[in-house]
């Protein structure tokens, strides 16, 4: 199976990932996994996203290394961000104040405050 595929080759829905193991001593889990959204790019796509990354973002370092031109890379950056968006799920703004009063550093009070 090509591990760069994240859909279903029968019904293109999403893979998600079940087992985990490790090869040195075979300990292994069992479950749902979520696939990250860069996990989630084709190979080719996380191969350029990779060397960006590397070069520090210099569209001319990529340039040189791909042998394609500024609008090029533009338009490849372009099409993995839009592709990113898309699996990309901002955390609720109100993630924040709930997690603090797990903490207990804020009341229950002022997370209802800070919620309303």
């Known amino acids: 199976m090509d591990i760069s595929k ?3 080759p ?9 087992r985990m193991a490790c090869a040195a001593c ?11 959204p860069l996990a989630q790019l084709s190979l080719e796509d996380q191969t350029f996203v990779i060397a960006f990354v590397r070069s520090h973002g210099s569209i001319k370092k990529m340039e040189s290394l791909f042998g394609i031109s ?5 338009n490849r950056l372009n099409a993995i961000s839009a ?7 901002a ?3 109100n993630l924040y104040v709930l997690e603090q009063l797990s ?7 002022e997370a209802l405050e800070k919620l309303s």
Do not use: A, H, N, W
């Not at 592709?83 to 799920?89: E, I, N």
């Open 26 to 36: 075979g300990m292994s889990m069992e479950g749902e996994f979520e696939v990250s």
């Open 103 to 109: 903490r207990g550093e804020i009341s229950v009070e």
């Open 91 to 93: 955390p609720s703004p």
């Open 70 to 74: 500024y609008p090029t890379v533009k």
């Open 83 to 89: 592709s990113l968006d898309k699996t990309f799920q």
């Open 6 to 8: 994240t859909t279903c």
């Open 10 to 18: 029968d019904c293109k829905q999403p893979l998600k990932i079940v």
